[in-house]
């Protein structure tokens, strides 16, 4: 509602919206609305975040109608160790400091827990990359 879109356009600027979702109802909701509204005029990628979701049944339908539409690629996140996360979570960490911080005080990851969260954040990175292959 802003003409964001117009000034990018006047500017010769591309826009490409990522579009996180959790496959919950609102999710659906909202990414329906998104492509009605912005479908035909705005490239997007739909990033399916496995860690807050596990059943994208509904988005997916969403999605094969946005075929017609500027929808570029569809990315998956996985998951990430739900104990793991919540460690991360409570202590306030970012995901480097998670995987580089260790501290002789106890606010730090395991060294498992570093472990999974690297393995993590390389398999999202990839998911990332290999769209942005496809743009």
């Known amino acids: 509602d802003s003409g964001v879109l117009e000034i990018c356009a006047e500017l010769g600027l ?6 996180v979702v959790d496959g919950g109802r609102d999710s659906v909701m909202l990414l329906r609305a998104f492509q009605q509204k912005y479908g035909g005029s705005m ?4 990033v399916r975040n496995f860690g807050c979701g596990s059943d994208f049944s509904d988005i997916d339908q969403v ?3 946005a075929q017609a539409a500027q929808l570029l690629a569809v990315v998956d996140i996985p998951a990430l160790h739900p ?3 919540q460690r991360i979570d409570k202590l306030g960490l970012s995901f480097w400091s998670a995987i580089n911080l260790k501290s002789a005080d106890g606010a ?3 060294m498992m827990e570093r472990q999974r969260t690297k393995v993590w954040l ?11 292959q496809q743009l």
Request: hydrophobic share 55%; charged share 15%.
């Open 122 to 132: 390389r398999k999202a990175s990839q998911s990332i990359d290999a769209a942005l």
């Open 83 to 85: 104990a793991t996360l």
């Open 43 to 46: 490239p997007f990628v739909v």
């Open 63 to 65: 999605i094969a109608e």
């Open 108 to 110: 730090q990851l395991s």
């Open 14 to 19: 591309k826009t490409l919206f990522w579009y």
